[in-house]
T-cell receptor, first 114, second 113 residues
Framework: SAVISQKPSRDICQRGTSLTIQCQVD?????MFWYRQQPGQSLTLIATANQGSEATYESGFVIDKFPISRPNLTFSTLTVSNMSPEDSSIYLC???????????FGSGTQLSVL | QKEVEQDPGPLSVPEGAIVSLNCTYS??????FMWYRQYSRKGPELLMY????GNKEDGRFTAQVDKSSKYISLFIRDSQPSDSATYLCAMSPSWGGSEKLVFGKGTKLTVNP
């Protein structure tokens, strides 16, 4: 398994500002992902974080709004830019490890935008 | 029609009851089926996974897949208050992180002591 530390755990932000969420894993992982969990909605994949290169975004998500970095095998950040109340959601980091391909999740970041 | 449909509940049962959680899906390419449990203010954790049709048992939990009906179930026997959580079904055409999972919306379960 993998221990995933995600921070902040929650934040309240003003409209128009940006928030960067950090994800740190205790072991080397094969893939890192960022998900969004909106109230009453399915977990939705935002993007795959690629080490040393641009992230791969899913339909409906763009780099300008959700820039992602992954400088090494165990760390990634997701920035939610120019926030609006519609961005209020839980954002989750997830990983698959080298030893198996199961998907593990961090505890999430509860974001509220006023 | 959404790829995965899951009744969001909420579902409330007394302690000791048998719980049945279900999902239906439309994509016949799905081969791998998973159930995640998510406690409040926590990330989802993998509870069980199955491949293709059939049953899989793990303690009080049984996962069942019926590909002909495109229907999967999770049964919880002798439910406990500690089982109170949101249960998410997820499925994928292949195994591994390279193929993204499609999740249901989750069913919120409360087991009352």
């Amino acid at each position: 398994s993998a221990v995933i530390s995600q921070k902040p755990s929650r934040d309240i932000c003003q409209r128009g500002t940006s928030l960067t969420i950090q994800c740190q894993v205790d072991s080397q992982v094969t893939m890192m992902f960022w998900y969004r969990q909106q109230p009453g909605q399915s977990l939705t994949l935002i993007a795959t974080a690629n080490q040393g290169s641009e992230a791969t975004y899913e339909s409906g998500f763009v780099i300008d709004k959700f820039p992602i970095s992954r400088p090494n095998l165990t760390f990634s950040t997701l920035t939610v830019s120019n926030m609006s109340p519609e961005d209020s959601s839980i954002y989750l980091c997830s990983v698959t490890t080298v030893t198996n391909e199961k998907l593990f999740f961090g505890s999430g970041t509860q974001l509220s935008v006023l | 029609q959404k790829e995965v449909e899951q009744d969001p509940g909420p579902l409330s049962v007394p302690e000791g009851a048998i719980v049945s959680l279900n999902c239906t899906y439309s994509n016949s390419a799905f081969q791998y089926f998973m159930w995640y449990r998510q406690y409040s203010r926590k990330g989802p954790e993998l509870l069980m996974y199955t491949y293709s049709s059939g049953n899989k048992e793990d303690g009080r939990f049984t996962a069942q897949v019926d590909k002909s009906s495109k229907y999967i179930s999770l049964f919880i026997r002798d439910s406990q208050p500690s089982d109170s959580a949101t249960y998410l079904c997820a499925m994928s055409p292949s195994w591994g992180g390279s193929e993204k999972l499609v999740f249901g919306k989750g069913t919120k379960l409360t087991v009352n002591p």
